[in-house]
């Protein structure tokens, strides 16, 4: 799209006087949401390396800009059309290539054509083209329609059906691009009752006719041979009721943790620092698709995130020690005032390698900073001691929970409040007495419990506990090591408290491996949560004895939830676009045809309306990593939620539900 909807070769370049080339300079207008849709892969420096040299909201004051094309990424809504013709009708640019984040209805096409028309500058749209790009991507195996509030408005009671109409058309529209982008069309299953099926329905439905009446398959174009276009994956379409406890754990990972304290909005996080004389400053930090460290390490536990900066650390301190002894100067800083032309050609070669050892300075101190603040938020909270209470909830009791929800030194009130809501759904035959008696400790303590005044209405409608094994018992999808020698809640927080002064800067001589050194055995097992549980059985094989047999073997497969999600998945609805007949398939019957020779899915594509978080992402990447074969599964949902987000979005359908 930024090259002209052409390949980069053939349209980056154009001859310019003397048969020199010189780039096509373009400016790129977008409305907020497609906006959002490029900030989540590309920075301002990837689009100047495409051309882009001015990038604008469409809704802005915009002045003339002659004789330079203009890239325009809107939403194929009225007032964009609108706004598109009046910018040709006042000629700001040379030429207007009009992209749309989804399929431009008929209707709008022949307006805009009509518009354009009237000032006698329709010769000037060199192209309308429907991308189907109206997806966030921030992860290579996850997407997000970035639909905020989604379970909200599910759940609203005072929403029409008109509106829940339009919202499921939106979601299906989105997926609809997500499958194009991917050059797949799945077989789709979902459970009865709810969103997902709407969702499936309609999208089997778009699919079908996509397929049967468009004269150009967009799904051929560019696909790759015709074995790929075979193995057909699996769209798991799932609801957000089915397991609530996932969006409140305290996770012990470095991206889950992230995103649960600071909140990951495309791709960008931006946290809170105090300087010594107490004064607090924000500073945001793009975490870029080049970041090799996150790659590496968004999945891990904090503890060996922390030793992985040490080492990272301490490998550039060795670098550039090395460069900067060669010439013969204190700092990296002063390199770069080297006479060239003097040098040896062995300080060249250092000198060259200048950028990259900057780089790789930056992105070390971006991730030290980021571990500075998440342990001062660690150390604030007491979110280890969260995080093992959790991780053992199946040993807790009411006691041990009105210690918690009492104790002084865990000082936020909504960590005490997810606590007791896991705690609640971990055990079903909870006395109401009990339940008031926590809730009085909860508002006693500060905490607003409107939230779980609606997971109690919300239980009693979908009776939750009686399908999957309880969120609480897989919260965090992780248990603590075990072992001879393991590290305490109060221990950990020892080990944890010279941290941020060595976490800063490339001078202190001592390890943070040596402080992290026994906190190493409280890592995360491979314990399934619900939705990947019901992945496992998806992509299974049915045995002649009628279960599904684990695509994964060995410990930590999670054998009675994965049974129960065998069970729970033999009612799931099941459609496949591709054949003649429509509606509800039988399920055996929708998975064949699809499957290796053993009978076993090898891709899936798992969708939650309702929203998502990066607990669950994780848990479905390592069950994938996992499998042998290894399987590939993409992750997606209506929206990228985290806990306080969803406990916001839980306390306003509580008040909503009382009118």
């Known amino acids: 799209m930024l090259h002209l909807n052409e390949e980069p070769r053939a349209s980056e370049h154009k001859e310019g006087n003397g048969g020199a080339e010189t780039p096509i300079w373009k400016v790129l207008v977008f409305d907020g949401f497609c906006q959002d849709v490029i900030s989540t892969v590309l920075r301002v420096n990837d689009l100047r390396d495409n051309g882009v040299t001015v990038h604008m909201l469409l809704d802005a004051q915009r002045s003339s800009i002659p004789d330079v094309p203009a ?142 009446n468009s004269r150009h398959n967009l799904f051929a174009e560019g696909a790759e041979d015709v074995v790929a276009q075979s193995r057909r994956p699996v769209l798991v379409l799932l609801d957000r009721d089915l397991d609530l406890g996932t969006m409140l754990v305290h996770s012990w990972t470095y991206q889950a943790l992230v995103h649960d304290l600071y909140d990951i909005r495309l791709n960008q996080v931006t946290i809170t620092q105090a300087d010594d004389a107490g004064r607090t400053s924000r500073k945001s930090y793009d975490i870029s698709a080049g970041d090799s460290f996150w790659e590496s390490n968004a999945s891990l536990p904090f503890p060996e995130v922390a030793i992985n900066i040490d080492d990272a650390s301490t490998a550039f301190k060795r670098e550039a020690d090395e460069v900067t002894r060669m010439g013969g100067v204190s700092s990296l800083d002063e390199m770069g005032s080297l006479d060239m032309s003097a040098s040896t050609r062995q300080l060249q070669r250092a000198i060259t390698s200048l950028p990259e050892l900057t780089a790789r300075k930056n992105t070390i101190d971006m991730h030290m900073n980021i571990a500075t603040a998440l342990l001062d938020m660690i150390k604030e909270r007491q979110l280890d001691v969260l995080f093992q209470m959790e991780e053992q909830m199946g040993r807790q009791t009411k006691t041990s929970i009105l210690e918690a929800i009492g104790d002084p030194e865990k000082k ?193 594509i798992v969708f939650v309306v309702g929203g998502g978080n990066y607990v669950e992402y994780q848990n479905l990447m390592e069950f994938a990593q996992r499998s042998t074969p290894r399987k590939r599964i993409v992750y997606g949902s209506t929206d990228i939620v985290n806990p306080a987000s969803f406990l916001a979005q839980l306390s306003r359908l509580n008040e909503v539900s009382k009118g």
């Not at 009509?114 to 997806?135: E, G, P, R």
């Not at 999670?558 to 099941?574: I, L």
């Open 412 to 604: 936020n009130s909504q960590d005490k409040l997810r606590l007791f809501a896991l705690f609640m759904l971990a055990n079903d035959g909870l006395r109401k007495a009990d339940i008031e008696e926590c809730e009085a400790a909860l508002r006693a303590a500060g905490a607003d419990t409107a939230a779980l005044e609606y997971i109690h209405k919300l239980r009693s409608l979908n009776k939750m506990n009686a399908t999957i094994a309880s969120p609480g018992s897989t919260a965090g999808a992780a248990a603590s090591g075990g072992g001879s020698g393991s590290t305490g809640p109060g221990d950990l927080l020892g080990k944890f408290s010279s941290i941020s002064s060595r976490l800063a800067g490339f001078t202190d001589s001592t390890s943070i491996g040596s402080i992290f050194s026994n906190v190493r055995n409280l890592l995360p097992s491979h314990k399934q949560l619900p939705v990947t549980s019901l992945v496992e059985s998806a992509m299974g094989t049915r045995t002649q004895g009628g279960g599904f047999r684990s695509a994964v073997g060995g410990a930590g497969s999670g054998g009675s939830s994965s049974a129960a999600a065998a069970r729970m998945f033999e009612g799931f609805v099941h459609f496949d676009p591709r054949q003649a007949r429509r509606g509800n398939l039988a399920g055996s019957n929708a998975l064949r045809g699809a499957q290796d020779s053993d009978g076993a899915k090898q891709e899936a």
């Open 71 to 212: 890239i325009y990424f809107v939403q194929p809504v009225p007032d964009s059309i609108k706004r598109i013709a009046d910018d040709v009708a006042r000629d700001l640019y040379e030429l207007y290539y009009v992209n749309f984040s989804s399929s431009l209805p008929r209707t709008l096409l022949e307006d805009f054509a009509v518009q354009t028309t009237a000032s006698a500058k329709a010769h000037q749209i060199a192209q309308v083209y429907d991308q189907y790009l109206n997806f966030l991507c921030p992860e290579e195996n996850m997407f997000s329609l970035h639909f905020s509030n989604t379970f909200e408005a599910i759940h609203n009671p005072t929403m029409t059906d008109t509106a829940m109409g339009a919202l499921i058309d939106r979601v299906v529209s989105g997926l609809f691009s997500a499958l194009l982008t991917l050059k797949v069309v799945p077989t789709i299953c979902a459970p009865r009752g709810n969103a997902a099926e709407m969702v499936a329905t309609r999208l089997d439905a778009k699919l079908r006719e996509h397929l049967m």
